[in-house]
């Protein structure tokens, strides 16, 4: 792998937070690479604590980056510190698991060179048990309310976003359903685009009912306080 320090950075930086993706991350890295062919970017892999082999069939690209946990901390963490690492210009999201498309990237960034700070996956046409798509679409109605975002599906993990955006991005447990809310109560413009779904070939979601619901009713109570009490400044004068 090219020395991140030496190398100029990038146009854009993909991170995907791996956990248990074994049967998945050498396919996950050869579509990213087909769909970015001729751009400049890097790969920021960060693997949260597998138990599995997904480290080890990782794909060693000069432009790929593993940063592993030692430990299972969550999605939101995994995703938080590929974010802070990333060298992009532009830094874009998506899952581990094969059901985000990564085609959809380049029609995310057309968004942010046509003006957007943040440009979010809407998986208008999900290819989901009929479970899981009624906790997602109850989750979003109950989120768009509270918090205004302006998005359908918070829970899609495919997004690209300028990276002056990462610094509205608070470390909690929960960060990943709030991207959109936070970037937006920073004052950044926030879009949408339909994108393609894909149905899981291998492994399980690692993320139920519990985590769904009730974890993610308690994370909007603090993110709705986080917005209130959202202050901003402009510097007259500075000597």
């Known amino acids: 792998m090219a020395d991140p320090a030496t190398t100029p950075p990038p146009r854009l930086s993909v991170v995907v937070p791996l956990y248990n993706e074994e049967d998945s991350v050498a396919l996950l890295v050869n579509e990213i690479a087909a769909a970015l062919a001729g751009w400049n970017f890097e790969l920021v892999l960060v693997d949260d604590g597998s138990s599995d082999a997904t480290v080890a069939r990782i794909p060693r690209e000069p ?4 940063l592993a946990f030692e430990k299972n901390t ?11 690492v990333a060298r992009g210009e532009l830094i874009g999201l998506l899952d581990g698991d094969l059901q985000n498309d990564p085609a959809d990237l380049p029609r995310l960034v057309a968004l942010i060179d046509q003006g957007a700070d943040l440009a979010c996956g809407w998986r208008a046409q999900r290819q989901d048990t009929w479970s899981k798509r009624w906790q997602s679409r109850i989750a979003n109605r109950v989120r768009q309310h509270f918090t205004r975002d302006g998005v359908h599906d918070t829970g899609c993990s495919l997004k690209v976003m300028r990276r002056a955006c990462r610094e509205a991005l608070l470390p909690f447990n929960g960060m990943h359903r709030f991207i959109p809310a936070l970037v937006s109560a920073a004052g950044f413009t926030v879009v949408e685009l339909p994108v393609n779904h894909r149905a899981r070939l291998h492994g399980v979601s690692k993320y139920g009912l519990a985590n769904r619901a009730f974890r993610a009713t308690h994370d909007l109570i603090g993110v ?3 917005r209130s009490r959202r202050f901003s400044y402009t510097v007259k004068k500075s000597d």
């Open 74 to 84: 969550g999605q939101s963490a995994a995703m938080h510190a590929g974010i802070m």
């Open 224 to 226: 709705m306080w986080l």
């Open 63 to 66: 432009w790929v980056r593993v």
